[in-house]
T-cell receptor, first 117, second 110 residues
């Protein structure tokens, strides 16, 4: 079945530094990848949609200059949290949709827990 | 996308069937019902989806009412590992950008 690998699974960083999270589709080509954020005891919130080879589409209220998304290939999308602050601490989850799969049958990564000190 | 309403929490005894309801009274003709679940501190997992016919796979069954205004996800023999938050999502979009509500927290107890 479709597998999405997300790395790192957890990261701790100092305030002001940047953190990159990778999302890879291992056995299928992901034409579209999605990035979600989840705060404790809350549901997932869609941050942005990234299509291979084009600029990401950000949801309202998500700062595109702070959360840089790159989808340079059909198997890799990256999310970079720039100048991270404690309020950016959250669980970041990516998901992918493939050409041969139902558009809304998404495969999710295991998530990356970011803690900013 | 149509709005969905789910109970915030449910309990189920291990080995018994878990029936999770979802109300989607404003669903439109081209919208599908999707179910995902999220086990604590993991990414969501796709379970099943359907349009108007009942569906069954190795994980669960999906029963959709004839008027499509509600549906029920059935886990036939719940195990402790089925403890998770279950999300019912209704969408006709083709982009895959799912919007998650609060879901139902299912606790399977021994």
């Amino acid at each position: 079945g479709a597998v999405v690998s997300q790395h790192p699974s957890w990261v701790i960083c100092k305030s002001g530094t940047s953190v990159k999270i990778e999302c890879r589709s291992l056995d299928f080509q992901a034409t579209t990848m999605f990035w979600y954020r989840q705060f404790p005891k809350q549901s997932l919130m869609l941050m942005a949609t990234s299509n291979e080879g084009s600029k990401a589409t950000y949801e309202q209220g998500v700062e595109k200059d702070k959360f840089l998304i790159n989808h340079a290939s059909l198997t890799l999308s990256t999310l970079t949290v720039t100048s991270a602050h404690p309020e950016d601490s959250s669980f970041y989850i990516c998901s992918a949709s493939g050409v041969r799969l139902w558009a809304n049958v998404l495969t999710f990564g295991a998530g990356s827990r970011l803690t900013v000190l | 996308d149509a709005k969905t309403t789910q109970p915030p929490s449910m309990d189920c005894a291990e080995g018994r069937a878990a029936n999770l309801p979802c109300n989607h009274s404003t669903i439109s003709g081209n919208e599908y019902v999707y179910w995902y679940r999220q086990i604590h501190s993991q990414g969501p997992q796709y379970i099943i989806h359907g349009l108007k016919n009942n569906e069954t796979n190795e994980m669960a069954s999906l029963i959709i009412t004839e008027d499509r205004k509600s549906s029920t996800l059935i886990l036939p023999h719940a195990t402790l590992r089925d403890t998770a938050v279950y999300y019912c999502i209704v969408t006709g979009g083709s982009q895959g950008n799912l919007i998650f509500g609060k879901g139902t927290k299912l606790s399977v107890k021994p």
